[in-house]
């Protein structure tokens, strides 16, 4: 498996990903997955029985291809069943190797770098494809010729007995000053290049939620290159005081940053799922998203959750006071399907009837 990251990264792919490899090393017939990162951020971790993960190749371009190359010329070839590739930009390298090895080539899609057009010659030589989404299969469909009912949907998974309710950290109420205080939270890379989480959006109505209750804090929950811009943003809107940028937190910190929240609201354009979403309700915090791109099925069409159109701010303030009056809950139960449980069962279908065919 080529991939960007995974066991050591950070964020929606990297979370899937080893979700996915963890999957693939359950199955009982599985003699090894070999994966090979280009990124590794922080310390892996515990890695699955039967997964041989190679790290030298991480955080260097030229060094992942030679790796890869290493890795596939000192090994009996012959016995690797497939390719996966993780990343539509690692499908490239995908493709030499499927001529070096003659497999059969995976292609993983996610959100916005599967949405517009690639290089068709390079899709044509994929021979299975799993979307995250319905909303990301369509668009993927659009323009790389593949029938939409030839690419299989695995949407993300969550580990509910990670993120359940539970009370307010007081640590972090005081340290942030949210006592008597309602908060709604964003959660999310802040990228220059990627200005479609709906920090935007939020910051344009707060002024007006503010108004009609006045105890409202905004809790930007994250970090990135675009964070200046957006501080500067509120300062402009006069709700600065009423923004919390708390910078990067750590991955076991993100259930109790969860718990602090009010109401979740991301009002995107660009998700290709948004496992955020899940966590957030697993946490006990009712949520807002977009009906524009993959969130809504993340949300199950509007049944766990209220949509909006991020164009429209009427929507989006409407849903949150609406959700701070009345809070809506979701329970555990009403998430099975999208538990890790269901996630390693379809992994494991899927794998059973490609390798079947």
Not at 316 to 332: G, N, P, S, Y
């Amino acid at each position: 498996m080529l991939l960007t990251d995974a066991f050591g990264g950070y964020g929606g792919i990297a979370k899937f990903n080893r979700d996915f490899l963890k999957s693939l090393c359950s199955y009982q017939a599985m003699e090894e997955v070999i994966a090979i990162p280009r990124l590794i951020q922080k310390d892996r971790g515990e890695i699955p029985h039967k997964l041989t993960y190679v790290t030298k190749a991480a955080n260097s371009k030229i060094r992942y291809l030679f790796v890869v190359l290493h890795q596939i010329l000192q090994r009996n070839y012959k016995k690797r069943d497939m390719i996966i590739c993780g990343h539509i930009n690692l499908l490239p390298l995908a493709y030499l190797l499927k001529k070096f090895l003659k497999v059969p080539v995976v292609l993983i899609v996610h959100g916005v770098e599967a949405w517009k057009s690639k290089n068709k010659s390079l899709i044509t030589a994929v021979d299975w494809i799993i979307s995250v989404s319905e909303f990301t299969r369509e668009r993927f469909s659009q323009w790389s010729g593949w029938s939409k009912e030839c690419i299989t949907i695995l949407p993300n998974c969550i580990e509910l007995e990670k993120f359940k309710p539970g009370s307010k950290n007081a640590l972090l109420l005081q340290q942030y000053g949210l006592e008597n205080k309602k908060t709604i939270m964003t959660m999310g890379r802040m990228s220059r290049l990627e200005q479609y989480k709906g920090f935007d959006e939020v910051l344009a109505v707060l002024s007006e939620i503010i108004y009609k209750k006045s105890e409202v804090l905004y809790m930007i929950v994250g970090d990135g290159d675009d964070r200046l811009r957006l501080e500067q943003k509120a300062e402009k809107l006069g709700v600065q005081n009423n923004v919390i940028f708390t910078g990067f937190i750590p991955e076991e910190e993100k259930a109790d940053y969860l718990r602090l929240a009010d109401v979740f609201v991301m009002p995107s354009r660009g998700e290709g799922f948004g496992i955020v979403f899940l966590e957030a309700m697993a946490c006990g915090a009712p949520v807002v998203g977009s009906k524009i791109d993959g969130s809504r099925e993340a949300l199950d069409d509007g049944k766990l959750g209220i949509l909006v159109d991020p164009d429209e701010r009427g929507e989006i303030k409407k849903a949150i006071l609406d959700l701070l009056k009345e809070k809506k809950v979701i329970t555990h139960s009403q998430l099975q399907k999208f538990s890790y449980e269901q996630f390693e069962k379809n992994v494991q279908c899927w794998l059973h009837s490609s390798m079947s065919q």
